[in-house]
């Protein structure tokens, strides 16, 4: 065949012509159906920068943290593993480990003796989305620092990140530990970190965070940006406290201590 | 053509075992398509049986995606119908019988997708695990 510059060149175009006319429309058609849609629900509570405010003065018996504790681990299936593999959504500690820059040896005794209640602080400059490799974690528009676990590798990146030890890895398969399966909500698998979501589903059909429904008014969780929500109403009213301020991060999570 | 009789002979074999899955299949039966327990409640899935058949991984992916990562949780269908984008609440509400569904087709293709290593099939909830 006389292969010459002008009959490659032909060649060429008429395939291009035929890839972009023929193929990519044949095979898009095979993917999607014509005139689906994607739309938000109907009922989602939308926001510009959601936070919450945990008002330590409402949460002095140990039932006042279970029972946000085991709100939150019924919705999201989380697993009660003891020790050092424990999976933490929302859970206690003491003002030494939560306040670390702001304690000190002659704190009032009130302080020394309870218990905080500790979640994701969905900062407004997350270090565990930066130092992710797949966003897996990520952050929504509204602010939430989501977690899509079907993207996570768990390499734990983000574990060294979080100064606070929001995240949590599945050293083993979780589903034998959780108690009473939720079928509303997945469970993770082994080799997946995981944490709180602010409970992202649940305002995506309307309801607000599992923790905040049942924390009897202890915590209160709204629209930072907007200044007539409750939320800010709070924090006018009241001295609140952040964790690790100092290192830029910028938590969303206000404590009334 | 230098040693053309160990070429053609090569070639022969080279073609022979190329083809032998043909050969080994040959007289065999043909493949059916496993008898799949069908949800009794439902008459149609939220896209053609055919469509969902061919494309239902494509689907769930673009479903997982924007439901995770987009927030948008409601689909509508090509018929207009809305539904909830949840593999757990949408799906399995109707497939209740994932062991006689969903592994029967998957066994039968030598597919392992590991959508239930992590979402919670019906039945593991009846057996209170």
Redesign the interface.
């Known amino acids: 065949m006389d292969n010459n510059r002008r009959t490659f060149l032909k060649i060429a175009g008429f395939s291009v012509a035929l890839g972009l006319g023929g193929g990519i429309p044949l095979s898009l058609q095979a993917y999607t159906p014509a005139d689906v849609e994607y739309v938000p629900t109907n009922a989602q509570i939308t926001g510009k920068r959601w936070g919450m405010v945990i008002d330590t003065r409402k949460f002095t018996k140990p039932e006042d943290f279970q029972r946000v504790i085991e709100a939150c681990h019924q919705t999201h299936n989380v697993p009660d593993i003891q020790g050092n593999e424990e999976i933490k959504w929302i859970w206690t500690d003491h003002f030494e480990q939560v306040f670390p820059s702001s304690s000190n040896p002659y704190l009032a005794e009130r302080y020394e003796q309870q218990d905080f209640l500790l979640l994701c602080n969905h900062c407004n400059t997350p270090p565990c989305v930066r130092v992710c490799p797949t966003k897996a974690t990520f952050q929504r528009p509204d602010g939430i620092v989501m977690m899509d676990f079907h993207r996570c590798i768990g390499c734990r990146y983000c574990m060294a990140g979080c100064p606070y030890g929001s995240r949590s890895f599945n050293f083993s398969d979780p589903k034998p530990y959780v108690q009473n399966l939720n079928p509303d909500f997945p469970a993770r698998m082994r080799g997946v970190v995981e944490k709180c979501t602010f409970c992202a589903a649940r305002l995506e059909q309307g309801q607000m965070p599992a923790c905040v429904e049942a924390s009897n008014g202890g915590l209160i969780f709204g629209d930072l940006s907007d200044p007539d929500s409750e939320i800010r109403e709070v924090l006018r009213e009241n001295f609140t406290i952040r964790r690790k301020v100092e290192l830029g991060t910028n938590p969303c999570v206000f404590y009334i201590v | 053509m230098y040693d053309s009789g160990k070429i053609l002979t090569g070639l022969v074999i080279f073609l022979f075992l190329i083809t032998f899955p043909f050969w080994y299949n040959l007289g065999q039966a043909s493949y059916e398509p496993p008898d799949l327990v069908l949800p009794e409640d439902s008459q149609q899935c939220i ?1 053609p049986t055919q ?1 969902m058949r ?2 239902h991984m ?1 689907l769930l992916n ?1 479903w ?1 995606d ?1 439901s ?11 018929s207009g119908e ?1 539904m ?6 949408t799906c399995m509400d109707c497939h209740t019988d994932k062991v006689n569904f969903c592994d029967e087709c998957h066994n039968k293709a030598a597919v392992s997708p ?1 959508c239930w ?4 099939a ?1 039945e ?2 009846a057996n209170g ?1």
């Open positions: 896209e469509w061919t494309n494509e673009t997982r924007m995770v990562r987009e927030g948008l949780t409601t689909f509508v269908s090509t809305s909830e984008i949840s593999l757990q609440k590991y290593d992590c979402h919670i019906p593991e909830v695990q």
